[in-house]
């Protein structure tokens, strides 16, 4: 509505700041408490800690595949052709990039908590929770990089405003 009464300041422009470092940073804090809480917990309820399998951590590494060629994608279209992506489509890219970036910080703390928890346990099968935990976590951070990288292809315009 630009029809705003004399006296009234106009309407804002509707620009985004890319996802801080400290909202990250209280994501992965959050997921590394959990994770480590989980192993404990969930040994006293249920009797067992929950299973770590390569298909959980392998998803992971996948989606972070997925999110990079997104963002390599988006990038050669806005940045490198000069091309507008449509309004719709950058918004989508630009929430589900935020949403990815997020979520992929809580589970990489969520992950790197349970393989901490697994240290000095003397389980046989404590080396393949660590592990399997690592690879997962790493996959996780990936897809956090990716979807940070796509967030700043999204970028329009000379004042580097986002959609």
Same mark, same amino acid.
């Given at each position: 509505?630009?029809? +705003?009464?004399?006296?009234?300041?106009?309407?804002?422009?509707?620009?985004?700041?890319?996802?801080?470092?400290?909202?990250?940073?209280?994501?992965?804090?959050?997921? /590394?408490?959990?994770?480590?809480?989980?192993?404990?917990?969930?040994?006293? /309820?249920?009797?067992?800690?929950?299973?770590?399998?390569?298909?959980?951590?392998?998803?992971?590494?996948?989606? +972070?595949?997925?999110?990079?060629?997104?963002?390599?994608?988006?990038?050669?279209?806005?940045?490198?052709?000069?091309? @507008?992506?449509?309004?719709?489509?950058?918004?989508? @890219?630009?929430? %589900?990039?935020?949403?990815?970036?997020?979520?992929?910080?809580?589970?990489?703390?969520?992950?790197?908590?349970?393989?901490?928890?697994?240290?000095?346990?003397?389980?046989?099968?404590?080396? @393949?929770?660590?592990?399997?935990?690592?690879?997962?976590?790493?996959?996780?951070?990936?897809?956090?990089? +990716?979807?940070?990288? %796509?967030?700043?292809?999204?970028?329009?315009?000379?004042?580097?405003?986002?959609?």
């Amino acid at each position: 509505m630009n029809d +705003a009464p004399d006296g009234e300041p106009p309407q804002p422009s509707g620009t985004l700041r890319p996802t801080s470092a400290g909202s990250l940073t209280a994501c992965a804090v959050a997921g /590394l408490v959990v994770g480590w809480g989980l192993h404990p917990v969930m040994s006293r /309820l249920v009797g067992r800690p929950p299973l770590i399998s390569w298909v959980q951590a392998l998803a992971l590494v996948l989606v +972070a595949g997925i999110m990079a060629f997104l963002a390599w994608q988006t990038w050669q279209t806005v940045q490198v052709r000069g091309e @507008r992506l449509e309004p719709h489509r950058a918004v989508n @890219r630009l929430v %589900l990039a935020r949403a990815c970036a997020l979520g992929g910080a809580v589970v990489t703390g969520g992950y790197v908590g349970y393989a901490v928890s697994w240290l000095g346990d003397a389980s046989q099968l404590a080396d @393949r929770w660590i592990v399997r935990s690592v690879v997962a976590a790493a996959g996780a951070a990936g897809v956090t990089l +990716a979807s940070l990288v %796509l967030e700043r292809a999204c970028r329009t315009g000379d004042r580097g405003s986002q959609p």
